[in-house]
Nanobody, 123 residues
Framework: QVQLVESGGGLVQAGGSLRLSCAAS????????MGWYRQAPGKQRELVAK???????KYADSVKGRFTISRDNAKNTVYLQMNSLKPEDTDVYYC?????????????????WGQGTQVTVSS
């Protein structure tokens, strides 16, 4: 079992900042990529940013230059620093991790998701 616990969402005015955190715990051998996705009601979940275990990053065009993803491998934690927030950034943000687990002599990969945290940006 792997648990991802997010924190840091909330209400902020346009132009403000928020920092999301997501800590992974449970039966973890290692974690490959970690990322943040967001989803509005009635829409598909979309990638916001992701980071590999080696620190390589990828961002959605809509957040480039405003959001920064980082991770602390020792703490199995990923962060999303969100600056210059816009009303269109309002969504539920979900943490995702590609977790490597080990059991019974076998390694296997688990795609894990957090419960989501609401980010609301007022105009």
């Amino acid at each position: 079992q792997v648990q991802l616990v997010e924190s840091g969402g909330g209400l902020v005015q346009a132009g403000g900042s928020l920092r999301l955190s997501c800590a992974a715990s449970g039966s973890i051998f290692s974690i490959n990529a970690m990322g943040w996705y967001r989803q509005a009601p009635g829409k598909q979940r979309e990638l916001v940013a992701k980071i590999t275990s080696g620190g390589g990053t990828k961002y959605a065009d809509s957040v480039k230059g405003r959001f920064t993803i980082s991770r602390d491998n020792a703490k199995n934690t990923v962060y999303l620093q969100m600056n210059s927030l816009k009303p269109e950034d309002t969504d539920v943000y979900y943490c995702n991790a590609d977790v490597q687990q080990y059991s019974g002599g076998l390694y296997y990969s688990t795609d894990s998701w957090g419960q989501g945290t609401q980010v609301t940006v007022s105009s």
